[in-house]
């Protein structure tokens, strides 16, 4: 591969099922990575991430619990070592996945091509990118959002984005099959994902006292970074079985958050300034 990508296994000790299973699919796909031991939310001491609770209630309907930080830690130490590295890129796997045969072709390709500093090969939703529906409503050849001009092209588009502020500025068709489609805001879900050094220092950055979960700091992450996902996932999540208790179906938050919630909640500000930047003004 011309430019050298690192892949990492985050994997807790307690779950050698998984680690079997993950790491019977990247050899069978002769791609080599580094297993991290990840950290457990069980164990009274673990060094997890530090938040802002209230400003996580506020901002997610929900408080953040132990297992969640543990793996937002473990993803930040993933980062880390990555930056000790001398690889340009850094492929992030949790164990609870599937793995698509076409991965190791994709990565070859992506590696010899790539621009996007933030790669979600895991998850899609909430935009409507099928690569089915993008062949069918965006004509050959039309790779970038259109204008705020092009009123009828325009409206195309749209059909593949969501809510009207979740936006795909340019399309990637792989030659080895599969469409790249850069965005804001980037998909949740960590997954399976590819990033860049540059992406690395931008989410250790704001990685200090989070007020999120981890798989969605891209989102709040500043700086000139090219964001995106695959419109044909590679990586999926199993949802067999989960070692984060207790992150959902909490209730509602307390009347005082969701007095403050409209006020307080945060409007990834720094985030759209710097999309505007990138993108220009006529493409929102």
């Given at each position: 591969m011309?430019?050298?990508?690192?892949i990492?296994?985050?994997?807790?000790?307690r779950r050698?099922?998984r680690?079997a299973r993950?790491?019977?699919?990247?050899d069978?796909?002769?791609l080599?990575?580094?297993?991290?031991?990840?950290?457990?939310g069980?164990?009274?001491?673990a060094?997890i991430?530090?938040?802002?609770h209230?400003k996580?209630?506020?901002n997610?309907?929900k408080?953040?619990v132990?297992?969640?930080l543990?793996?937002a830690?473990?993803?930040i130490?993933?980062w880390k070592l990555?930056?000790?590295?001398k690889?340009?890129?850094a492929?992030?796997?949790?164990?609870?996945i599937e793995i698509?045969?076409?991965?190791?072709?994709?990565l070859q390709e992506?590696?010899?091509?790539?621009?996007m500093?933030f790669?979600?090969?895991?998850?899609?939703?909430?935009?409507n990118?099928?690569?089915s529906?993008?062949?069918?409503i965006?004509p050959p050849?039309i790779?970038?959002?259109?204008?705020?001009f092009?009123?009828?092209l325009?409206?195309q588009?749209?059909?593949?984005e969501w809510?009207r502020?979740?936006?795909i500025?340019?399309i990637?068709?792989l030659q080895?099959?599969g469409i790249?489609?850069e965005?804001?805001?980037?998909p949740?879900l960590g997954?399976g994902?590819?990033?860049?050094r540059r992406a690395?220092?931008?989410?250790?950055k704001i990685?200090?006292?989070?007020?999120?979960?981890?798989?969605?700091?891209w989102?709040?992450?500043?700086g000139?970074?090219?964001q995106g996902?695959?419109a044909t996932?590679l990586?999926?999540?199993t949802?067999?079985?989960?070692?984060?208790?207790?992150r959902?179906d909490q209730?509602?938050?307390?009347?005082?958050?969701?007095?403050?919630?409209p006020?307080l909640?945060?409007?990834?500000?720094?985030?759209r300034i710097d999309?505007i930047?990138?993108?220009g003004i006529?493409s929102?």
């Amino acid at each position: 591969m011309a430019h050298p990508i690192d892949i990492y296994l985050i994997n807790l000790d307690r779950r050698p099922d998984r680690l079997a299973r993950v790491k019977s699919r990247l050899d069978q796909l002769d791609l080599p990575f580094i297993r991290f031991s990840a950290i457990d939310g069980r164990e009274p001491t673990a060094p997890i991430a530090k938040a802002q609770h209230r400003k996580f209630i506020i901002n997610q309907k929900k408080r953040p619990v132990a297992g969640e930080l543990a793996c937002a830690a473990s993803h930040i130490e993933v980062w880390k070592l990555f930056l000790q590295s001398k690889a340009d890129y850094a492929l992030i796997l949790e164990d609870d996945i599937e793995i698509s045969e076409n991965l190791n072709h994709f990565l070859q390709e992506y590696l010899n091509h790539s621009q996007m500093d933030f790669l979600n090969i895991s998850s899609r939703a909430p935009y409507n990118a099928e690569e089915s529906n993008i062949n069918k409503i965006i004509p050959p050849g039309i790779l970038n959002r259109p204008s705020i001009f092009d009123y009828k092209l325009r409206s195309q588009w749209r059909k593949i984005e969501w809510r009207r502020t979740w936006r795909i500025f340019k399309i990637h068709p792989l030659q080895s099959g599969g469409i790249i489609c850069e965005c804001d805001p980037a998909p949740a879900l960590g997954s399976g994902y590819v990033i860049s050094r540059r992406a690395a220092e931008a989410f250790l950055k704001i990685s200090k006292n989070i007020y999120f979960p981890i798989d969605i700091i891209w989102r709040f992450s500043s700086g000139s970074l090219r964001q995106g996902f695959l419109a044909t996932p590679l990586v999926f999540q199993t949802n067999a079985d989960t070692d984060i208790p207790g992150r959902f179906d909490q209730g509602r938050i307390r009347f005082i958050y969701r007095i403050l919630r409209p006020l307080l909640k945060s409007r990834r500000l720094r985030r759209r300034i710097d999309v505007i930047r990138l993108y220009g003004i006529s493409s929102h």
